[in-house]
């Protein structure tokens, strides 16, 4: 068992930055994959971002290649995600999740956290 919680949302402007965090429990964080996803209201919950077990691969979805960045410290099993110049359709509850093997689908993913709420005004 993993137990994950979020952390670092909030309601910014426009192109501001935030950085969500990703705290770990339980067994080795080290052992798995940790994502990103969000969900945006009444919209499928997408991936974001993945990160391998020492952080040394990763992989944003087109929507966010540039402006995020996920990094990891196995030390403190914590995940962020770096997130600059963010937009208004950012908004949404931004999810960490952790997975066995390195995957972008939801459904490929063993352990969820609770979700942080992402709000960016125009």
Known sequence: Q??????????????????????????AFSSYHMGWFRQAPGKEREFVAVISLNGGSTDYADSVKGRFTISRDNAKNTVYLQMNSLKPEDTAVYYCAAAMRYRFR???YDYWGQGTQVTVSS
């Open 2 to 27: 993993v137990q994950l919680v979020e952390s670092g949302g909030g309601l910014v402007q426009a192109g501001a930055s935030l950085r969500l965090s990703c705290a770990a429990s339980g067994r």
């Open 106 to 108: 939801t459904t490929e």
